[in-house]
């Protein structure tokens, strides 16, 4: 057994099931998902985490009832909080993060909160509390006193920092951190975003999914141009950056948008960043030469692709990385009505022991 919380916690259902067994038959239930003739001559590759503790960030609900203090996960049947004082998928770190944070709890009744740990090994907390309870401790003071000194806080949905001025609390404009690491070529590379930005869950495991698709581009040819479609802070931006010298990283998140510019510049890079809303592509040019379309989606997937590769001249490659195999299934059948071909495929179990998986696919035309 791995795992004290794995028969009540919602986190990972199969925490004390055998892993490789768990990977199998997540992996063949996608396989079985996606459409006929999609898999007839692909390669397969599995990314695979026996040891689950590879996740730098994690969002934790926290329910104060009487003396009753829990801070964890929804249980399995929905039937209230499991209180975790450790967890099996957090790496080292974030696990004495969390135990830190335990050891002196908001005095609120609820909230939401999400830890990381950084590259550097800072430590991040994001308090998604109502307004009314931020305005009670920032009266209170002495938790912000004491949490301020073990962790670089950020506050609510409009993702503003803690500072302090003398005495009293305030609440000041964002503010940018390295809270994450992208890669190229195997070196790491530390990217600013807020605690609050979307990340991948997993350092360790982003290393190893770049590392594939670093392998997909190795034919790819550097007078050809990259269209990246939901670049997010700019995680793949920097790898796919090293691969071209005409990169365009379309965007539609605000704050995302100003990390990418500013990672994207700490690497040199002469990439054009784009808000670009693929809900509304009236606006969308692809190139006139050979190009790759790169797409990393949210859960919904892109309903537009089949707008996006209809152009005079179609690109010649897409690379489709999904953290929704439902979406994928549908969105690669519109790929394969219009003669793209699946190439290779990479299953990346960056979240172990739970029922999801990442997928990364290479299509390639195949008159193109
Ligand atoms: C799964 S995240 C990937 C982010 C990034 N590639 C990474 O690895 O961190 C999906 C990205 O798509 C962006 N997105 C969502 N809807 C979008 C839209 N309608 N137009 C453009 N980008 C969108 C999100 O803001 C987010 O950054």
Redesign the pocket.
Known sequence: MLCNYGEICSGCSSINEDYEKNYLNKKETILASLPNGLTTRTQFTDITFKNPKIRNRMDLTFIREGNQLNLGLYAKDHGGLVDIESCEALTPELNLFLRDLRKFLPPIKKGSLRIRIGPKNNRGLWLDFSNKDIQYLFEEKSWLNHISQIAKIEVGQRRKALDKIGDEFKLKKESLDYWFSSFTHEKEVPILSQIAS???PSIEANKKMISYIETCLMSWPREGAIIE?????G??SIPLSSFTDSLSC????KW?LKSLEKNLSAQNSNAKVIN????RLNDFQSPAKEWLLFL???RSGIREIGQLIASPRPPDRVIY?S?FPESFARDATVLMSQNYEIDNMAFVDQFPYTNHLELVAQFIKKDG
């Open positions: 979307f990340t991948q479609v939901g670049s997010g802070i995680n793949f379309l965007e539609n998140d995302a670009f809303d693929f809900n990393d989606p949210p990385v953290c």
